[in-house]
Structure formats: C-alpha cells, structure tokens
T-cell receptor, first 113, second 115 residues
Framework: AQSVSQHNHHVILSEAASLELGCNYS??????LFWYVQYPGQHLQLLLK??????LVKGIKGFEAEFIKSKFSFNLRKPSVQWSDTAEYFC???????????FGGGTRLMVKP | KAGVTQTPRYLIKTRGQQVTLSCSPI?????VSWYQQTPGQGLQFLFE???????NKGNFPGRFSGRQFSNSRSEMNVSTLELGDSALYLC??????????????FGPGTRLTVL
C-alpha cells in the first residue's frame, strides 16, 4: 500500500520569504504525484502534478515541485510567498493501478503580511 | 463551465439514521470519486465510479455505499450513522477516467454532523 508523509504540519512565514514544503511517499512502483491547495473557505484546487519527464514541475501561482526518485520525495517550493498563499497544502499520489488519491496529512501555511 | 457541485452543503443527522449525498460532476466528466475529510484521519478515499461501475473502493465499512447514474451524477449513502461519520465529504470528478494520471477536480463538500 502507498502512503504519503508531510512532516511540516504548520509553517509560518513572512511575506517575501522562500517556501519549501516536504512530501515523501512510500510505494515501490511507478507513482503520479500531485500538490493540492485549500484556501480558507474554498475547495481543493490542483497546484501542480507530475507524471513523467522533467522532474522539475511548474504549477500555478509561481509554485514548483521537484521529483527526486531516489529520495521518494516531491517537495513544493515557491521563491517568494505572499499573504494570499495562506492555505493548507496537500501532497498526494496515485499509482497506475487506480485513480484513488492517497493524501498526506497536509501542511497549514500562514503568511504574515 | 460549471464546477463540481455537491448537495446538500450541510447536514445534521442523529445516530442510527441514514444519509444520501449527491454529486454532479463537471459536464463531460465520466469519473467520480468520493473522499472523507476529518481532522483526525485527514483525507481518505472512499470509492470511485466510472461509467456507472465502481472501479475502486477504499477501506471503509459496508455502511458506506455509492452509485453513479448514466448522466455521471453520483450519490453516496451512509447507513446506520455513527458519531465518527461526522466529516466533510468531498466529491471529485475527472474527464477521461484514465487510470492514475487523471486530474481530479473537487467540489466544495458536504459537511455532515452526526449527533
């Protein structure tokens, strides 16, 4: 069975600081990787996804993530956060056996203006 | 194009009752998945339907069931409600139902409270 770990449960940053949120997964086969974001009062939205090819993936709103297969990691990064990035971020995986997303526990990000 | 819609948005039930939640996917989407979100367990997969057939099922008891209609709309049913069923139930739809790589688009959820 696959599992996903997000080690940072809460992160507080000031505007313009750089962001890196950790995501590690456990699965021996091919995985597909996603980052979703949930802004306060809104529903889950896709930030970016990785299926194959270039391991550095760019998403919406200036976010990017790097897939490092040897480390089973898919960390999310943003060079300069804004107050509007305050949200909960979820890493998720599927494998080629099904569309069921396995989510990490989420990271709550608060950006102070 | 309208997003995924879920009805009702809020529900309050008592233990032992049953409940039916509804999900209308994005027009043209054929795959519908359901997830349960709780503070303690996070987001957990319930089941996925594609072309009216259950394709995958998560690790939930048989009290949780679902179905999909020919227009891709889906319903989820929980019978004999327990306090622990209080959660936000999320529906997600995807276009092709391609195994593994489809992007899932989430609805706003139905907040179920069991008293």
């Amino acid at each position: 069975a696959q599992s996903v770990s997000q080690h940072n449960h809460h992160v507080i940053l000031s505007e313009a600081a750089s962001l890196e949120l950790g995501c590690n997964y456990s699965y021996g086969g091919t995985v597909n990787l996603f980052w979703y974001v949930q802004y306060p009062g809104q529903h889950l939205q896709l930030l970016l996804k990785y299926f194959s090819g270039d391991p550095l993936v760019k998403g919406i709103k200036g976010f990017e993530a790097e897939f490092i297969k040897s480390k089973f990691s898919f960390n999310l990064r943003k060079p300069s956060v804004q107050w509007s990035d305050t949200a909960e971020y979820f890493c998720a995986v599927t494998n080629n056996a099904g569309n069921m997303l396995t989510f990490g526990g989420g990271t709550r990000l608060m950006v102070k203006p | 194009k309208a997003g995924v819609t879920q009805t009702p948005r809020y529900l309050i039930k008592t233990r032992g009752q049953q409940v039916t939640l509804s999900c209308s996917p994005i027009s043209g989407h054929r795959s519908v998945s359901w997830y349960q979100q709780t503070p303690g367990q996070g987001l957990q997969f319930l089941f996925e339907y594609f072309s009216e057939t259950q394709r995958n099922k998560g690790n939930f008891p048989g009290r949780f069931s679902g179905r999909q209609f020919s227009n891709s709309r889906s319903e989820m049913n929980v019978s004999t409600l327990e306090l622990g069923d209080s959660a936000l139930y999320l529906c997600a739809s995807s276009l092709y139902g391609t195994v593994g790589t489809d992007t899932q688009y989430f609805g706003p959820g139905t907040r179920l409270t069991v008293l």
